[in-house]
Structures are given as structure tokens and as C-alpha cells.
Nanobody
């Protein structure tokens, strides 16, 4: 069984910064893609940032230049540094990871429970 646990959300003023963390635990042999998604009220869940097992990154246009995704493979963690936050960044942020439980086993994708980010003055 695999668990993803996010932390670091909260209330921040416009222009401020937050750093989200996501820790993976359980039956993990290998992790490939790790990503952050978000869902605002009344909207669909959307990709914010993705980092591959090789370290390549991809960002939503709305966060390019403001957010940075990174990972620590030894700790099985992924991070999202969010700077210059805007009210429209307000959402529940979810961690997602492709995880294999064994050398010849497929990758299954798991979700964390989400962490609330609110940008407001």
C-alpha cells in the first residue's frame, strides 16, 4: 500500500510565498513522474507542475516563472515552491506520483489527500 501526504498549505497574502511538500511512503520500489495538481471551487482539477524521474519539468502557463517543482528521490519527496502568489492560485493542491512496488511491476498513479492554499489579503 502506498500513501502520499501533502503539507505546507495555508493562508498567504498576494505576492507571498509558500512551499508545499509531499512525502511518499509504503511499498515503493521506484517512482517515475511526480506532479502537483490543483482544484479550485467549481473548476476541474488541473496540472500545475510535473517532474519526471529524470528531472525534466513541465509547468502550466499560469504558473511559469513563479512556481518551481523539485524532488528528492532519496527521501521520496516532491516539493512545490510557490512565489508571487495571486488570488487565482487559491485551490486545493494535490500531489500525484507514479509508483511501482517491484522491479517488474507496472507503475500505478496515486493521489494525496490535498492541502488548501488560500491567497487573500
Amino acid at each position: 500500500q502506498v500513501h502520499l501526504v501533502e503539507s505546507g498549505g495555508g493562508l498567504v497574502q498576494p505576492g507571498g510565498s509558500l512551499r508545499l511538500s509531499c512525502a511518499a511512503s509504503g511499498s515503493i520500489f521506484s517512482i517515475n513522474d511526480m506532479g502537483w495538481y490543483r482544484q479550485a471551487p467549481g473548476k476541474e482539477r488541473e496540472l500545475v507542475a510535473l517532474i519526471t524521474g529524470a528531472g525534466s519539468t513541465n509547468y502550466a502557463d499560469s504558473v511559469k516563472g513563479r512556481f518551481t517543482i523539485s524532488r528528492d528521490n532519496a527521501k521520496k519527496m516532491v516539493y512545490l515552491q510557490m512565489n508571487s502568489l495571486k488570488p487565482e492560485d487559491t485551490a486545493v493542491y494535490y500531489c500525484n506520483a507514479g509508483i511501482s512496488a517491484g522491479r517488474f511491476r507496472q507503475y500505478d498513479y496515486y493521489w494525496g489527500q490535498g492541502t488548501q492554499v488560500t491567497v487573500s489579503s
